[in-house]
């Protein structure tokens, strides 16, 4: 009887699930027909002068390691600066802003200075074609980016700087929260009257005294009979208790040989940094970050200001609906960074990372032995880390580990004069074999344990 | 062998006492206590069977609930902007200076480590001695101040400025002095900070004064050649030294300097060439010069006076002082045969008194001048800085402190309260003062009674400068910030006078470009790379004594008549602890003192024989009491120690150190005595035996080599005729069965010579070792049950000089009636041979200690069960059990158990766990640190690629590490040295350091 209940509840539940992931599809694709609409909107401006394609290219190769049209970057950003500025003060600061800062300009002399007088290099290659190109593709995308924050704005929203993407969120969350609550209620009531349909059941059904028919009454004799026949069959119970045993011993021991062994240990790191995205899609070399593991026994995790040789520019904006990516931000505020002003604050927090690779300390061990002298790829101990969204423990660690690797791996001593003296003792008693690392001396306890 | 002297360690040694005999069956003195522990939880009977199954199964039960935890999260904390020149695990070195020498700090990821001589050191040429060693464990003492105090309440700095301002600026409206009472300020910065204070408060006085008085040579040196200066003194020069009673291997003004000198005359080099200097000491207590030397002659200190007065007639032919008699017949004619000897040699000779009497340096300096010793031997053109303190000034403060003239007191690295011998009267006397402020970086003696403590920074922690010698300024530089809330002195003295610079480094480098900079022609930053800068010296020209001979006889002769009475007290600087400012610093309370090998205390040093004749014996309290003072201490036998006296270390019986340092010992300061203008290190005492008896920690009979001969000596005539005399070796070797097949050495065979001929036994290399490689400290009471865990120790043999006398038997030593003073001493240091066929190896039955192709014996702490078999089978006794977790075991809190301290751990050596054996490793980091960087560099090793610790730090350079696979190579050649043995030869173990044998110069006796 409790069946008819609790499947009526399994159904119900699926019920609800079903409902909630329409109501939620349904709303987004709703979202996305709202944002293509708004991107649309905007595309006829005014011509200008120059040709915007030709000064596209041109913006590209030259000035959008600085610029921007929307925000700052080194430089300020450019959005409307053809209205700000005439035609011809344009012209003199981009052919040779030194030069025009020289003469004195108020307005050349105030941008400078706001700019911490970190100067604009002269661009004498420009033709004043070139530049009305560039001027012309700023107008365009400036206009198209003005447009593109305007018409949201329409809707009611207050929000003004580039805030598109979150402007629509926010009216399609409220929707869909309003509808979700609504299909939960409409559930709950449901089920509440469900219930009680079966309770007035039973109560009939008990009144009428029907009872249902015991399945399980008469078997149970014979099953226990067999059961307590194989128990006296002493063979059968030795065979029976030794295979436990040696099931659960072999693989208790397993399991003690592995005790602290933390292979595939993948803490939650305070950033989600990427290696998959750094070191596998934008292929940076593992050393420009862990600069340690040429020349030091740690790897070392790279200080915030290694991340910031491209962070500062590199703020994932496009994905990101116009903001920085919240996980870029995580390394401006532990430095107290105000990416507006690209000032430095006095409050910095360092991050706690979650060490993965945990060396007893009994054990020593140095990266730059390894990848510098031994010339051994990273991959070698630390796996694929190109494809890592989050790191994990790829090698055990074991010593059975690093004494297997150290008798099987050749010593490169190819090139290296500290190897002179040892190479030539060792061809002669060892013709045609291969020099380990163990061969001289790398599994010695000493070698490591001191 | 050769020898057919008997060597002993230790009076038990030579008695054979029951006790003894009793300890040394055993390899470790006491059993294991696990009655004791179990009675302490009132389980009396013997483990029960139950309790046995009991904790089989808690132990199962733990440990697969162990095994069941996750990974512990441990946080990796980058920097967030990193140094540029900061690598994590790679360390860096900056320059500094102690005490005037240049000095290499060792920092690893921004803490210092280690402190290193600085090679080019002009003073120390990379020598440190015991106490620089040390001093990088007082950087992270906590028991210094965390901030400043003002009336014992914690202020801020700000305000704490305002009221020593205002204070400062009533006493000057009161027109009392304002007394600046430091220990030698030879800093030129801080010098200029002082006038700079002086100059905004006219009425300040700068006293200097020196707990280690040596303002006797200089008031000597203004009395006899009109220089008031401390001179530079040249032992290299010298072929005949003769001191009387001047410490100068081991406390005397500069010993590492000395030392260096010294053993440049005496050590492998210069016997090749067939030359050695010749020593002679006279002396009351045993110490290490007195061990060093050629010829030692105990002397009473009674008899000092007339001795020099004696050997100043003897050379010039004339009688002042009515051509005094001396008592000792063995003194008398030691003295005609010195003056012969003095005479050969004139024009190298040197004559050096340890003494603070303006008369006895009188005399001194009339012999060095009629030797001809001013120009080669001396240098008072050059003079030092080192200690410029004048007893009499102080004297003088201290009278106007009494009569209320005195206004306001500073102190600056000066504890008078402490180690000042009128400390009673001084504080009496303070009271008198309206202002007083200490910068002391603890609440010390002297600080308790200040009203303002201002904590001066660790020297590690500041910036500043040192003007050790003339012409030679060495930088101090901060390694570190400061890690409590200090600020440097000379900053609090600006500050309190309102200088327009108050920022020290700022004030520093514009003092160093206005005046040494310029005169040398170099840069700021030549300085800081190089630790110092060296001004060209000036021509030592020679100067003729134009003082008074025959009054400082008469003043000489009646100082020593006044001491012939009572016992005689001679007060002397230990060697590890010195004058007790770094009483605190653990490392160096439990090295061992070089000759008693006492750690720990001080005690009544008295010679056996003598002590019979008193009815006192060894660890007996007594009291030594004269009409001012009273102390209790152990007596301790002290062979060699002349009979009438006894010696009693300074330094010790702190009150406000420290936990470490408080309480250990007995101030002896207040025995000295204010005489004829200077401190006198001498009184007579009594002693009464106050029927109490404590032992004494002493490292000295511990690990008995069982009567085998291990050291060998050779007199430097016989080395002349046959270099090998003496080593044992005939020129046949013998043919040897090994058990053993030999091991591959392909690459690297790391060995080790030390020159037992150099070695000083100064203790320098033990504390080196024990910072480099984490050796724990374990306190007094594991010393006194044999558990010290030094790597390196220095075994100390006497052996008998009596004339005629060959002792050849043991049973013979029992009846040896002479006077136990004429005794002569052997230094050994004693570490890890690293036997290619080590005994350790074949009995460890897990393989924790194994063989490896480069000549180390390795020791894997985990894989040490801490069966002991080893320590058992090792003939040389070096390795150490660690009975405890001495580094966090609130049982032992010497000085590990706190997060700041633990800051000064090598990260590269495991600190060791309870229950495994240790011992030395070679500075195995060091060794595959060294050979890392050549492989990076991809080149061969070069010889000095690696130094061990203990070699860096040896202020003798007796010891010589390196590769024995490399024919060039020093340590190989200094193995083909004829003088070369290896200690226990014939059991063929064939360790990896071999040792030279000692040298002895006998001079004029044997002719």
């Not at chain 2, 010993?255 to 009351?284: C, D, G, W």
Request: aromatic fraction near 10%; proline fraction near 4%; charged fraction near 20%.
């Amino acid at each position: 009887m409790r069946n008819f209940s609790s499947d009526f509840r399994k159904l119900v539940k699926s019920i609800t699930l079903l409902m909630a992931f329409i109501a939620g599809t349904a709303s987004f694709s709703f979202a996305q027909a709202a944002q293509a609409d708004s991107t649309q909107a905007g595309s006829s401006t005014s011509a200008a002068i120059g040709d915007p394609k030709a000064g596209d290219a041109l913006f590209q190769a030259n000035c959008a390691s600085c610029h921007k049209l929307n925000q700052r970057l080194v430089g300020p950003p450019l959005m409307g600066v053809t209205e700000k500025r005439s035609n011809e003060w344009l012209h003199k600061w981009i052919s040779n802003s030194p030069a025009f800062i020289a003469t004195g300009e108020k307005d050349a002399v105030a941008i400078y200075n706001e700019y911490n007088q970190a100067g604009m290099p002269p661009f004498p290659q420009f033709s004043d074609a070139d530049i009305d190109n560039i001027l012309a593709y700023i107008k365009t995308e400036g206009d198209k980016l003005a447009a593109a924050a305007k018409q949201p704005a329409a809707g009611g929203s207050a929000t003004t700087d580039g805030g598109v993407g979150a402007t629509e969120d926010g009216g399609i969350s409220d929707f869909m929260l309003v509808g979700l609550v609504a299909v939960v209620i409409i559930a709950f009531l449901v089920i509440l009257v469900l219930n009680r349909v079966i309770g007035t059941l039973e109560r009939l059904l008990i009144k009428k005294d029907i009872i249902l028919p015991d399945e399980e009454g008469s078997e149970p004799r014979d099953k226990f009979a067999t059961v307590k026949k194989l128990a006296r069959n002493k063979k059968f119970v030795f065979f029976l208790v030794s295979m436990i045993t040696i099931t659960m011993g072999s693989f208790g021991w397993m399991d003690l040989w592995n005790t602290g062994v933390q292979q595939g240990y993948q803490p939650v790191q305070p950033i989600k940094f990427s290696h998959e995205l750094h070191a596998g899609t934008n292929q940076i070399q593992c050393q420009y970050c862990h600069s340690g593991a040429w020349k030091s026994k740690n790897a070392t995790i790279p200080s915030l200001n290694i991340c910031m040789n491209c962070h500062k520019y590199v703020q994932a904006t496009e994905k990101y609906g116009g903001k920085i990516s919240p996980e870029i931000q995580k390394i401006y505020s532990a430095l107290d960074y105000d990416s507006q002003t690209q000032k430095y604050g006095d409050q910095p927090k360092p991050i706690e990372w979650v060490r993965i690779h945990n060396l007893p300390d009994l054990a020593y061990f140095n990266h730059s032995q390894h990848v510098k002298v031994a010339g051994i790829e990273c991959q070698k101990c630390h796996g694929p880390i190109e494809t890592m969204k989050e790191v994990y423990q790829y090698s055990p660690l074991t010593m059975k580990w690093c004494i297997n690797c150290h008798k099987e791996t050749q010593v490169n001593y190819k090139g290296n004069a500290y190897y002179d003296n040892l190479v030539a003792y060792h061809d002669k008693i060892k013709k045609g074999e291969k020099v380990t690392a163990a061969v001289l001396g790398g599994i010695e306890c000493g070698k490591c344990h001191y | 062998m050769d020898s057919k002297k008997k060597y002993w360690k230790g009076l038990e040694e030579v008695q054979k006492t029951p006790e003894f005999i009793e300890k040394n069956k055993n390899e470790f003195a006491e059993p294991l206590p696990i009655e004791e522990l179990l009675e302490g939880t009132g389980i009396n009977a013997p483990t029960p069977r139950r309790d046995f199954l009991k904790a089989m199964g808690f132990g199962i039960g733990a440990v697969s609930l162990a095994a069941c935890n996750v990974a512990p999260v441990v946080k990796s904390v980058p920097y967030l902007i990193k140094p540029e020149e900061v690598t994590p695990g790679i360390p860096n070195y900056y320059t500094s200076s102690y005490k005037g020498g240049s000095i290499l700090v060792k920092t690893r990821e921004g803490r210092p480590i280690k402190v290193e001589g600085n090679p080019n050191c002009l003073v120390n040429q990379g020598g440190l001695n015991a106490q620089a060693q040390a001093s990088v464990l007082d950087l992270y003492d906590i028991s210094k101040l965390k901030g400043p105090l003002y009336k014992g309440v914690e202020y801020s700095w700000e305000d704490l400025d305002q009221q020593a301002k205002d204070d400062l600026a009533k006493v000057q409206a009161s027109g009392k002095t304002i007394a600046i009472i430091s220990s030698t300020v030879n800093s030129p910065s801080t010098k200029s900070v002082i006038a700079d204070f002086a100059s905004k408060y006219p009425a300040t006085k700068h006293v200097m004064v020196d707990p280690i008085s040596y303002s006797g040579i200089i008031k000597a040196n203004e009395a006899s050649f009109g220089k008031a200066v401390l001179p530079q003194y040249h032992f290299e020069k010298a072929n005949v030294i003769v001191s009387f009673a001047a410490d100068f291997l081991g406390s005397w003004i500069s010993p590492v300097q000395f030392t260096k000198q010294y053993v440049s005359t005496r050590n492998m080099a210069s016997l090749k060439e067939k030359k050695m200097s010749r020593h002679i000491h006279f002396e009351a207590g045993m110490s290490l010069t007195g061990s060093k030397a050629d010829s030692r002659i105990a002397t009473k200190l009674s008899e000092e006076g007339p001795a020099l007065v004696a050997l100043y007639n003897e050379l010039t032919g004339s009688s002042i002082g009515n051509n005094p008699t001396i008592e000792s017949k063995a003194v008398a004619s030691a003295i005609k045969l010195v003056a012969k000897e003095l005479l050969n040699a004139k024009g190298a000779a040197l004559v050096v008194s340890g003494s603070n009497d303006i008369a006895t340096q009188t005399i001194v300096n009339a012999i060095n001048s009629y030797l001809g010793s001013y120009g080669t031997t001396i240098d008072l053109d050059n003079p030092s800085h080192q200690f410029a303190g004048s007893d009499a000034d102080f004297d003088a403060l201290l009278a106007d402190m009494k009569s209320g003239k005195v206004g306001a007191v500073l102190f600056l690295n000066s504890n008078p309260a402490y180690n000042h011998p009128k400390a009673k009267e001084f504080v009496d006397a303070l009271k008198k003062v309206t202002f007083t402020a200490s910068f002391a970086d603890r609440v010390d003696e002297t600080a308790t009674l200040c009203q303002i403590v201002a904590p001066n920074s660790n020297y590690l922690e500041s910036w500043g400068d040192e003007n050790a010698i003339d012409g030679y300024y060495t930088i101090v530089q901060p390694t570190i910030n400061p890690i409590y809330n200090t600020r440097q002195a000379e900053v609090s003295l600006l500050t309190w006078s309102d200088q327009p610079i108050k920022d020290y480094y700022a004030y520093v480098r514009a003092n160093w470009e206005k005046t040494v900079l310029t005169v040398a022609g170099k840069k700021w930053d030549d300085v800081l790379q190089a630790g110092f800068i060296a001004l060209p010296t000036k021509a030592a020209s020679s100067y003729n004594f134009a003082g008074n001979v025959n009054d400082a006889a008469s003043s000489v002769l009646s100082l020593s008549k006044s001491l012939n009475k009572d016992i005689q007290l001679h007060i002397y600087q230990s060697v590890a602890v010195g004058s007790g400012d770094q009483g605190n610093n653990p490392y160096l309370q439990e090295t061992p003192d070089p000759v008693s090998k006492v750690t720990w205390d001080n005690y009544v040093a008295i010679n056996p024989k003598y002590a019979n004749t008193l009815g006192i014996s060894q660890f007996d309290v007594v009291t030594v009491k004269n009409n001012n003072y009273a102390i209790d201490l152990p007596v301790l036998y002290q062979p060699g120690q002349a009979h009438g006296t006894i010696s009693v270390a300074l330094g010790y019986g702190r009150t406000n150190a420290g936990k470490v340092g408080d309480m250990v010992g007995q101030n002896a300061y207040p025995f000295l005595t204010f005489a004829n203008g200077a401190y006198q290190y001498v009184n007579t005492i009594t002693l009464a035996k106050t029927g109490g008896y404590e032992e004494l920690a002493q490292t000295q009979t511990h690990h008995s080599l069982e009567g085998r001969n291990i050291v060998r000596e050779t007199t430097f005539a016989e080395y002349k005729k046959d270099p090998a005399h003496g080593s044992g070796h005939h020129g046949k070797k013998h043919e040897n069965v090994d058990l053993w097949g030999k091991y591959d050495q392909p690459g690297q065979n790391w060995v080790m010579a030390i020159d037992l001929n150099a070695c000083t036994g100064c203790g320098a290399c033990i504390v080196a070792c024990s910072t480099e490689n984490n050796v724990p400290v374990v306190g007094k009471d594991e010393v006194r049950r044999r558990r010290e865990m030094h790597w390196i120790r220095i075994d100390r043999y006497y052996t008998f000089n009596e004339e005629g006398k060959e002792i050849t038997e043991e049973e013979e030593l029992k009846h040896i009636d002479g006077k136990f003073e004429n005794v002569s001493v052997i230094h050994q240091p004693m570490m890890c041979q690293h036997c290619d066929h080590a005994p350790c190896e074949t009995v460890c039955p897990v393989l924790a200690t194994v063989h490896s192709n480069e000549g180390l014996n390795h020791m894997a702490y985990n894989r040490c069960v801490g069966t002991r078999y080893c320590a058992n089978n090792c003939p040389y006794k070096v390795r150490r059990f660690n009975w405890f977790n001495y580094w966090n075991d609130s049982r032992f809190d010497n000085y590990l158990n706190n997060e700041f301290t633990q800051l000064v751990l090598n990260p590269d050596v495991t600190t060791r766990f309870r229950g495994v054996m240790e011992k030395c490793s070679m500075c195995i980091q060091r060794i595959q640190a060294g050979k890392l960087q050549a492989k990076l560099e991809k080149r061969v090793m070069k010889d000095g690629d690696v130094k061990v610790a203990c070699q860096q730090t040896c202020p003798a350079n007796a010891i010589i590490f390196g590769d024995a696979n490399d024919p060039n190579s020093e340590v190989s050649k200094a193995l083909t040295n004829e003088r070369t043995f290896y200690v226990l030869e014939e059991l063929n173990v064939l360790p990896g350091v071999g040792y030279m044998t000692k040298v002895t110069n006998t001079g004029l006796q044997e002719a």
